[in-house]
């Protein structure tokens, strides 16, 4: 036997041993002929959650994630655990908050050796798909046996590459965005070391007008949807975990020309700011930065964000019809969500980054007809990052370990219980400014290190206009939340903070 077969032997042995590996072996087959619940995750990227015609709001029709919220339950305050998308995304994966992750800007990596939902499925015989975006920023797929995302989508676009390459380089909001991008955010490679410090069309671009050039049916989302339901119907009878992750409302802000034309610029309105000085300084010099691009750049943000919103709900659709098509829908818990919200606006900010309900909350319904309470919509306070341990309970299988989330599936099956008393979340954890937020049902308090407080009464101030975190009435309010904080993580122990 030669070396080369040795090596060869070896690793099939060592990979045998692997989860992803076993549950892709006959064990998958038998545990599929058992009947297991199928998992169909459909996330969208930064959709602010009361941006739906199901929430009340018809500021952009959203007729498909209607559809859903009509065939399961709606959450009103869930919750991301850091308003960054590959943050939210890998705490969401892992049952693990950021601050354990490590993973808490968009270009860090998360470690290879750390469990996701994808590595416990495999393990109970699943057959586990990630197709869309995911922010990984590696070449590792984390325990999905099958994957498509970005460069997949450019080897399918060939020379119309060039396409997107224009929309990335001149989407119109946020200074350092214009003729010298990067933005992986947007989806550039899971490789991003290929291309370099600069991708390879910058200074190679033509300049356009807000409307995608690119035909609706080449997009990433429509890409995204068609192969989502091609896994689908190639599924069988083994059980199957398929995360469908579309790019939009995120930027590039370019839908598609039909889209565009519903949401014009010019007739586009601008929120009222209101008091910046209430402030901490971290919040008053993001509002300074995008108040500096005119009211012009604004209004093209807010138009191509519906735009982009009313295009994803189209793509949402038909991977939802497809489901029905395939008789598929009963037997699968389906979940619509996304990975933080959008600004858009309100006190002046704009994307996400901060910790005010439109950023750090998410939109999240939970369906499976026929199981599961139908049309309901339930206040309860819930974190995305229990997505994992709620699966597992909502398809039987057994209970993840090693995790630090609660599982949400008691408020999915009796969508009128109280819920937990508080959720969590944390931002800008590498910088001096990082910040933490608890938020109960009534308030919301934000230990922001080195500068004042925040705490907002959500039931008379819904819009978190009146920070009174200096309101001597409320001392003790804000001392117990202060104390929850530190139960739950003790900014002083904070290791990626700069120091002093």
Not at 471 to 477: E, F, Q, R, T
Request: charged letters at 20%.
């Amino acid at each position: 036997m030669t070396d080369s077969q040795l090596t060869r032997k070896r690793f099939l042995q060592l990979a045998a041993a692997t989860p992803a590996v076993a549950a892709a072996s006959g064990t998958a087959s038998a545990a599929g002929a058992a009947g297991k619940t199928n998992v169909l995750i459909i996330m969208t990227d930064q959709h602010r959650r009361d941006y739906m015609t199901a929430a009340g709001n018809p500021i952009v029709p959203t007729p498909n994630i209607d559809r859903i919220a009509a065939r399961g339950v709606r959450f009103t305050n869930a919750m991301c655990q850091y308003p960054v998308c590959a943050a939210s995304r890998m705490s969401m994966l892992t049952g693990l908050y950021p601050h354990s992750t490590g993973t808490i800007n968009n270009t860090d990596l998360l470690p290879w050796t750390t469990p996701t939902m994808a590595h416990h499925f495999a393990a109970q015989g699943y057959h586990t798909g990630l197709i869309g975006k995911m922010h990984f920023n590696d070449a590792h797929t984390h325990g999905f046996h099958y994957h498509l995302g970005f460069n997949d989508w450019f080897m399918y676009l060939g020379p119309k590459m060039q396409h997107y390459a224009d929309e990335i380089a001149n989407h119109p909001i946020g200074p350092k965005f214009f003729d010298t991008v990067n933005d992986d955010g947007s989806g550039l490679p899971e490789l991003p070391a290929v291309w370099g410090k600069q991708s390879p069309w910058v200074g190679h671009v033509s300049r356009m007008g807000l409307a995608s050039t690119l035909e609706p049916e080449h997009q990433f989302d429509a890409f995204v949807g068609r192969e989502s339901s091609r896994f689908l119907e190639r599924a069988g009878k083994e059980p199957f975990l398929l995360i469908a992750s579309f790019l939009r409302p995120h930027p590039p802000l370019h839908p598609p020309l039909p889209w565009a034309e519903k949401y014009p610029v010019e007739k586009m309105d601008l929120p009222p700011i209101g008091d910046v000085s209430q402030y901490p300084q971290r919040v008053q010099r993001q509002i300074e930065t995008y108040q500096k691009l005119g009211p012009e750049r604004l209004r093209q943000h807010r138009a191509g964000y519906l735009g982009n919103l009313a295009y994803v709900d189209t793509c949402v659709g038909e991977l939802y019809q497809s489901l029905e098509r395939l008789d598929l829908l009963k037997n699968t818990v389906v979940i619509y969500t996304s990975d933080h919200g959008e600004m858009d606006g309100d006190h002046g900010l704009y994307q996400k980054f901060c910790l005010f309900d439109p950023s750090v909350g998410v939109p999240l319904i939970v369906s499976r007809p026929g199981t599961l309470p139908e049309g309901k919509v339930s206040h309860g306070l819930v974190e995305l990052s229990g997505m994992l341990p709620t699966l597992a309970d909502l398809t039987g299988v057994p209970a993840p370990k090693r995790i630090e989330t609660r599982s949400f599936a008691n408020l999915v099956r009796n969508p009128d219980a109280a819920g937990p008393e508080a959720v969590f979340s944390e931002y800008n954890l590498r910088a001096a400014s990082d910040c933490y937020m608890v938020r109960t049902r009534r308030y919301k308090y934000i230990y922001n290190n080195g500068d004042i407080p925040e705490l907002y009464d959500l039931e008379a101030d819904p819009g978190e206009k009146v920070n009174r975190g200096g309101d001597a009435g409320l001392s003790k309010v804000r001392s117990e939340l202060h104390d929850r904080m530190i139960a739950w993580y003790d900014p002083a122990k904070n290791p990626y903070r700069p120091k002093s």
